[in-house]
């Protein structure tokens, strides 16, 4: 089993829509979590840290659920210019600073 | 540009060839990453620097593959005798000490093994 697993979709939506994706993880020693985008064929970029609390950052809010071992990310009011994969990234505390990525999750946003 | 930057970013080479790819992080990072990314797959992590030591490389996928950072500076990754299954996308990433979550990428080194 990964250690952070992703549904890799693709996940087809059309502009204006909610979008949710889930990711899990499975070593329960987990200490950071992220969500990073990933534009084709471009590098990928920090897009939000993950709070216990939860956050938003405009159209994008991040959940943690830790006694599940899950975390979300809702991006609300799609743009087409949302169109990327989007992946889970987890630090593990009896893995330094090593961050673990998921294999992402695939948005395609359509007019 | 004062990026990560990579180079080369593209290399074809036959199989059993030696290739180097060297990275240069955002100068003021002390921390340095490598990680491979193949095709529909996230970036898996190979090892990692902070300053010229190298604190994590049990995640290098081979013998094969060897990586530096001499002067805690620019970093080399090289795989020897390569495979066809090397080929892939290989990351840099670059960081602060203190600043665990935000990795700058460069823009990767794609390798192909012919």
């Known amino acids: 089993r990964k250690e952070v697993e992703q549904d890799p979709g693709p996940f087809n939506v059309p502009e204006g829509a909610t979008v949710a994706f889930n990711c899990t993880y499975s070593?329960?020693?987990?200490?950071?979590f992220f969500w990073y985008r990933q534009d084709c064929r471009k590098e990928p970029k920090l897009l939000m840290s993950?709070?216990?609390s939860g956050n938003e950052d405009g159209r994008f809010t991040a959940q943690l659920n830790r006694a599940s071992q899950y975390i979300s990310l809702l991006i609300r009011d799609s743009k087409l210019s949302d169109s990327a994969t989007y992946l889970c990234?987890?630090?593990?505390?009896?893995?330094?600073?090593?961050?673990?990525f998921g294999g992402g999750t695939r948005l395609m946003v359509k007019p | 540009d004062t990026g990560v930057s990579q180079d080369p970013r593209h290399k074809i080479t036959k199989r059993g060839q030696n290739v180097t790819f060297r990275c240069d992080p955002i100068?003021?990072?002390?921390?340095l990453y490598w990680y491979r990314q193949t095709l529909g797959q996230g970036p898996e992590f190979l090892t990692y620097?902070?300053?010229?030591?190298?604190?994590?490389k049990s995640r290098l996928l081979s013998d094969r593959f060897s990586a530096e950072r001499p002067k805690g500076s620019f970093s080399t990754l090289e795989i020897q005798r390569t495979e066809q299954g090397d080929s892939a996308m290989y990351l840099c990433?670059?960081?602060?000490?203190?600043?665990?979550?935000?990795?700058?990428f460069g823009e990767g080194s794609r390798l192909t093994v012919l």
């Open positions: 990433a670059s960081s602060f000490f203190l600043n665990t979550g935000e990795l700058f």
């Open positions: 070593n329960s020693a987990s200490q950071s």
């Open positions: 993950v709070y216990s």
């Open positions: 990234v987890v630090t593990f505390n009896n893995a330094g600073n090593m961050l673990t």
């Open positions: 100068s003021e990072h002390n921390r």
């Open positions: 620097f902070q300053n010229e030591a190298q604190l994590e």
